[in-house]
């Protein structure tokens, strides 16, 4: 499946470390989703981006920093992170925001933060 | 917010045993979605439900939804090693903001060949 692609796929950083990790899909889809996903949490929805247009932040903390150029890339900037924010960052996007379309996801970046 | 609570969190099965996952709501679900996540994979959509009491079935599994929407169930019949994976559910938010979907915490499926 190659609908969502993420880059990189593993990520070891420093907690000074300024990092960023990129989505894109090649679906026509208008919205676009960051997840993270830690090994006993249920998938936290990040951020929401529809149109390119930030439609929803869930209390993320600033160290995150999310880009919406176009509607087919997403990025999120990484700065000054936590040990615990180590997890697997998933990006997906749908057809709308909508709670009733399908969400494609990336394969993920695994990421370590030291 | 809303929350679908999932159960269990695990379960191990002999290739062959049936598998079924559940997954609750405390309000009304509009619709509800079925993903699967294979070990060191993402989650990859399955089916979703609309209608009260819907049931739908893809080849050895059977999705259905309740008469009263607030909670759905997995099975799968005759597990083989390729269900292997996490199932979760997710519904729509109940807050503000509710195109967005919220997973449940996933079953973890084990098949002992």
């Known amino acids: 499946e190659t609908g969502v692609t993420q880059t990189p796929r593993h990520l070891v950083m420093g907690m000074t470390n300024k990092k960023s990790l990129k989505c894109e899909q090649h679906l026509g889809h208008n919205a676009m989703y960051w997840y993270k996903q830690s090994a006993k949490k249920p998938l936290e929805l990040m951020f929401v981006y529809s149109l390119e247009e930030r439609v929803e932040n869930n209390s993320v903390p600033s160290r995150f920093s999310p880009e919406c150029p176009n509607s087919s890339h997403l990025f999120l900037h990484l700065h000054t992170l936590q040990p615990e924010d180590s997890a697997l960052y998933l990006c997906?996007?749908?057809?709308?925001?909508?709670?009733?379309?399908?969400?494609?996801f990336g394969p993920g970046t695994r990421l370590l933060v030291l | 917010g809303q929350q679908v609570m999932q159960i269990p969190q695990y379960q191990h099965v002999q290739e062959g045993e049936d598998f079924t996952t559940y997954c609750n709501s405390s309000t009304t679900l509009s619709n509800i979605q079925w993903y699967k996540q294979r070990p060191g994979g993402h989650p990859v959509f399955l089916i979703q439900l609309v209608k009260s009491g819907e049931v739908k079935k893809q080849k050895r599994l059977t999705f259905q939804f309740g008469e009263a929407k607030k909670n759905s169930s997995l099975h799968i019949t005759a597990t083989q090693t390729t269900d292997v994976g996490t199932y979760f559910c997710a519904g729509p938010y109940s807050g503000a903001g509710s195109y967005q979907l919220t997973f449940g915490k996933g079953t973890k499926l084990s098949v002992i060949p």
């Open positions: 997906a996007s749908s057809q709308d925001v909508s709670s009733r379309e399908t969400q494609y």
